[in-house]
């Protein structure tokens, strides 16, 4: 017996209850592990990438970009949703960095996937380190509105740890990259 | 004139579009900096807490939780939800603290606020590292289902950068504790 079946939740049936444009919630009937049932209420998503773009100097290409749920704008790596839940994530990642950024990368180096919100969404994130930048075009999508930076990546790890930075994405990835190039 | 005043957006309406025991998902109209209009859907959140309880010996105590929209078993430090939007942010976490693990901190330090999904829910998480602990008594919600273990927090960090470890918010709060205590 798996060490965590004492865990499981089974399925028993699935409600889509908003099916919007960007949001597809869902409301879910479960058994529990004591054989109880119970509600669950989720988000079901596609999946995303977010890239830390590092140039030769150690800087990130960093964006700013205004969250309408926080009404603030956010400091964030860049990243964007999966087309379909099947696209190849590091083409994804590759498409989102240069249309965002205009950047283009000769090294990838995948540093794993971020769960944003492990009780109810199913997103996840698959998270880069790109190195080897090349200035391209940047192609926002219409109605897609940010600012993009270069900030050397030890000033952003000093925001990140003094919670300026709070985008959960950024931090993390920002914090892995840091650990990964000894900064 | 705000250096980001480009990006703003402002709310024109807003519609409560699901009315769930666990989410609140709501359709806005928003003016977009061009002028235009558009939708904007997300869930508005109470906000949580979550914690890094360390012990003297380095240990972590850290949860196996089964999280329905990954079918999976995450490995997850303490955390809740606020009981109300204006509770306590310490207070909520020495309550889930104590309640998830039974253990109480001399020393909590805090680490910031972690925004788990910018784009589509207000949830902020504030994020704790607790010291100099004391065992008390578990006491799980009826239908709450957890293992509780001690890990020490270089393995952790071993896991997080190897990729074993994705849930979000304990990616960046061991990361963070990490950093903070040297490790």
Not at 58 to 64: D, L, Q, Y
């Amino acid at each position: 017996m798996n060490r965590f079946e004492n865990l499981r939740e089974t399925t028993i049936s699935s409600d889509k209850v908003f099916d919007g444009v960007l949001l597809k919630v869902f409301r879910d009937k479960v058994e529990l592990p004591n054989g109880k049932t119970s509600t669950r209420e989720l988000i079901r998503h596609n999946g995303a990438v977010g890239v830390v773009p590092v140039t030769d100097e150690g800087k990130v290409i960093i964006e700013r970009q205004f969250r309408y749920p926080f009404d603030q704008v956010l400091t964030e790596i860049p990243a964007g949703k999966l087309d379909t839940a099947s696209e190849d994530h590091l083409e994804a990642a590759k498409r989102e960095l240069s249309e965002e950024t205009g950047y283009v990368a000769d090294e990838w180096i995948d540093m794993g996937v971020f769960i944003p919100t492990c009780a109810y969404s199913s997103e996840k994130i698959y998270l880069y380190l790109a190195k080897g930048l090349h200035k391209g075009q940047q192609k926002l999508d219409e109605d897609e509105f940010l600012n993009v930076e270069e900030v050397p990546l030890s000033e952003l790890v000093e925001q990140v740890m003094a919670g300026e930075i709070t985008d959960g994405k950024t931090v993390a990835a920002l914090l892995k990259a840091a650990r990964i190039l000894g900064v």
